[in-house]
């Protein structure tokens, strides 16, 4: 019975798959980059794969920071449209690739805020994998049971902050 559903559940995600996999830059491919004197002849090249337009819309000169944010928005947006198609085991699996992304976020927002740095300046830093809504609500926290409450509690790392803060707590 299983083979009979696979294609519903996973056929669509395993054609996204070998899509990606097909797109992967192959070692000619590098040889070229490798020879690229300047961004926009990388931007020439890259034109030629399946990374193709999403450098088409950046006026010049190029700066490696819009190249390394336009490939991080091209993950995001393809991460998340598997995510969105995917069913269990996967979706979980995918779920958990995020966590790292937003325990980072979340250090990244408390060194900031310890350190006098403006929450509005460290949104960006942070990895849009790891996003989440209450982000942004993390300087009003003063303690552990304060980020809790306000920010942990909601996300999916809550559950594992939880068990952390209540042995924290029972010390």
């Not at 300047?38 to 020439?44: A, F, P, V």
């Not at 819009?66 to 269990?88: A, C, G, P, T, Y």
């Not at 996003?131 to 609500?137: D, G, I, L, V």
């Not at 306000?150 to 924290?168: F, I």
């Given at each position: 019975?299983?083979s009979?559903?696979?294609?519903?559940?996973?056929g669509?995600?395993?054609?996204?798959?070998?899509?990606?996999?097909?797109?992967i830059l192959?070692?000619?491919?590098y040889?070229?980059?490798?020879?690229?004197?300047?961004l926009?002849?990388?931007?020439?090249?890259?034109?030629?794969?399946?990374?193709?337009?999403?450098?088409?819309n950046?006026?010049?000169p190029?700066?490696?920071?819009?190249?390394?944010?336009?490939?991080?928005?091209?993950?995001?947006?393809?991460?998340?449209?598997?995510?969105?198609?995917?069913?269990?085991?996967?979706?979980?699996?995918?779920?958990?690739?995020?966590?790292?992304?937003?325990?980072d976020?979340?250090?990244?927002?408390?060194?900031?805020?310890?350190?006098?740095?403006?929450?509005r300046?460290l949104?960006?830093?942070c990895?849009?994998?790891?996003?989440?809504e209450?982000?942004?609500?993390?300087?009003?926290?003063?303690t552990?049971?304060e980020?809790?409450?306000?920010?942990?509690?909601?996300?999916?790392?809550?559950?594992?902050?939880?068990?952390?803060?209540?042995?924290?707590?029972?010390v």
């Amino acid at each position: 019975m299983n083979s009979v559903n696979f294609n519903i559940n996973f056929g669509y995600l395993e054609g996204l798959c070998r899509g990606f996999k097909g797109g992967i830059l192959k070692q000619t491919d590098y040889i070229n980059l490798v020879q690229c004197e300047i961004l926009e002849d990388l931007k020439l090249h890259l034109q030629s794969t399946d990374y193709g337009s999403f450098l088409a819309n950046e006026p010049s000169p190029l700066s490696v920071s819009v190249i390394d944010d336009k490939l991080k928005e091209k993950l995001v947006i393809e991460f998340q449209h598997m995510r969105i198609h995917s069913v269990e085991p996967l979706s979980t699996f995918l779920d958990f690739i995020t966590y790292g992304y937003m325990i980072d976020n979340i250090i990244l927002l408390i060194t900031g805020t310890l350190h006098q740095r403006d929450i509005r300046e460290l949104i960006p830093k942070c990895h849009p994998l790891g996003s989440f809504e209450q982000m942004e609500a993390i300087h009003i926290a003063n303690t552990p049971a304060e980020l809790y409450n306000a920010v942990l509690v909601d996300t999916p790392l809550g559950k594992w902050a939880a068990r952390h803060y209540s042995s924290c707590t029972a010390v």
